[in-house]
T-cell receptor, first 112, second 112 residues
Framework: LAKTTQPISMDSYEGQEVNITCSHN???????ITWYQQFPSQGPRFIIQ???TKVTNEVASLFIPADRKSSTLSLPRVSLSDTAVYYC?????????????FGGGTRLMVKP | NAGVTQTPKFQVLKTGQSMTLQCAQD?????MYWYRQDPGMGLRLIYY???????DKGEVPNGYNVSRLNKREFSLRLESAAPSQTSVYFC???????????FGSGTQLSVL
């Protein structure tokens, strides 16, 4: 299982770009890197997923270096509503029933 | 589509009581998962199921049992509840073609 390590918390201000890094030194060949966002009293929801290089969607970008031992979630121009906990999940999403375990997550606080 | 539905949303038990948390998904997903989340902490995997009729232990299975009787439903049972099981329980499902987890809204359980 690929163990993940993230900063416990981060602070930012509205309008800034936020980068959250996740370390996963023992990532396996078939593993994908997926980021989830969780608001209080809600289940996590999918943000973005990648295997290598860079992926971008309407809400975030994901940067993955060639060795894949880390990844960086980038949130452009954050707003107060981006205050949440962000989880990095590393696992084989291509086969059914894999043991998908989460790390502790990063608590992002966006200030006015 | 309702997605992943969990019942009940809230439950209070006395120590030693038993109960079953229900989870159903309508996305025709093969894999289903049960996580627990203690206050201010990350998600920990209790049990998971690759398909109907199969279940596997996760990180913290002690004190729990699960049943995957059909493709839609995955239940979690506490035979003799303990205060240490006070937590929010999340059910999730995924499919290799989707490549991402879909979570329910959670069950907040208090054991007194």
């Amino acid at each position: 299982l690929a163990k993940t390590t993230q900063p416990i918390s981060m602070d930012s201000y509205e309008g800034q770009e936020v980068n959250i890094t996740c370390s996963h030194n023992n990532i396996a060949t078939n593993d994908y890197i997926t980021w989830y966002q969780q608001f209080p009293s809600q289940g996590p929801r999918f943000i973005i997923q990648g295997y290598k290089t860079k992926v971008t969607n309407e809400v975030a970008s994901l940067f993955i270096p060639a060795d894949r031992k880390s990844s960086t979630l980038s949130l452009p121009r954050v707003s107060l509503s981006d205050t949440a906990v962000y989880y990095c999940l590393v696992g084989d999403m291509g086969n059914a029933g894999n043991m998908l375990t989460f790390g502790g997550g990063t608590r992002l606080m966006v200030k006015p | 589509n309702a997605g992943v539905t969990q019942t009940p949303k809230f439950q209070v038990l006395k120590t030693g009581q038993s109960m079953t948390l229900q989870c159903a998904q309508d996305m025709n997903h093969n894999s289903m998962y049960w996580y627990r989340q203690d206050p201010g902490m990350g998600l920990r995997l209790i049990y998971y199921s690759a398909s109907e009729g199969t279940t596997d232990k996760g990180e913290v299975p002690n004190g729990y049992n699960v049943s995957r009787l059909n493709k839609r439903e995955f239940s979690l049972r506490l035979e003799s509840a303990a205060p240490s099981q006070t937590s929010v329980y999340f059910c999730a499902s995924d499919d290799p073609l989707e490549g991402k987890l879909f979570f329910g809204s959670g069950t907040q359980l208090s054991v007194l």
